[in-house]
């Protein structure tokens, strides 16, 4: 069984770009998360997909969106980066079946810095 | 809306010292209640969960368990090592609903000293 991954492991931008992180979920897991951890912080909820759609989302604005795939890899993709936008981003992979969620397991995240 | 609130940190202990770490919850219903670790460099992993009222969750010497009454959660061990320095989250799921989102609180550093 292999575990959760992200790519890359860190990344620079400048604020107004737009980047895209990547997630490779546990075979077989039907349900990715995407959270934010903001240095010193708790991650936050950014949104979650279920079999390819999007199945709740945080106080986010628009401008972070996601996708995910057949083949148990997905995409978190953030326009017009601004400086709070620095963090380190997660993404978890769970079995979630009708009438029960299951343990969620995360990556080693992604460290995005925006200057 | 729900919400989680740890003991700020950082806590600094000797080893094979007492810890507890304490949380406490805001959420409607009987969520599903976590203790994660992260440690230096990495992503976080499920250290210990309880899903109903008095259930107590443990492993690897760390134990927590689940007061409804006082919507509590709190962290302990017997006797920390220098192993166990890291940061531990405490975390909600709520039951029901669309999605299974983890609402997090903001993370309790460990530091033990040999």
């Given amino acids: 069984e292999t575990g959760v991954t992200q790519s890359p492991t860190h990344l620079i931008k400048t604020r107004g770009q737009q980047v895209t992180l990547r997630c490779s979920s546990q075979s077989g897991h039907n349900t990715v998360s995407w959270y934010q951890q903001a240095l010193g912080q708790g991650p936050q909820f950014i949104f979650q997909y279920y079999r390819e759609e999007e199945n709740g989302r945080g106080n986010f604005p628009p401008r972070f969106s996601g996708l995910q795939f057949p083949n148990y890899t997905s995409e978190l993709n953030v326009n017009a980066l601004e400086l709070d936008d620095s963090a380190l981003y997660l993404c978890a992979s769970s079995l979630d079946l009708a009438g029960g969620g299951y343990e969620q397991y995360f990556g080693p995240g992604t460290r995005l810095t925006v200057t | ?114």
Avoid at chain 2, 32 to 54: C, I, N, R
Avoid at chain 2, 70 to 96: M, P
């Fill in chain 2, 1 to 114: 809306g729900d919400s989680v609130t740890q003991m700020e940190g950082p806590v600094t202990l000797s080893e094979e010292a007492f810890l507890t770490i304490n949380c406490t919850y805001t959420a409607t219903g009987y969520p599903s209640l976590f203790w994660y670790v992260q440690y230096p460099g990495e992503g976080l992993q499920l250290l210990l969960k309880a899903t109903k009222a008095d259930d107590k969750g443990s492993n690897k010497g760390f134990e927590a368990t689940y007061r409804k009454e006082t919507t509590s959660f709190h962290l302990e061990k017997g006797s920390v090592q220098v192993s166990d320095s890291a940061v531990y989250f405490c975390a909600l799921r709520r039951s029901g609903g669309s999605n299974y989102k983890l609402t997090f609180g903001k993370g309790t550093l460990l530091t033990v000293n040999p």
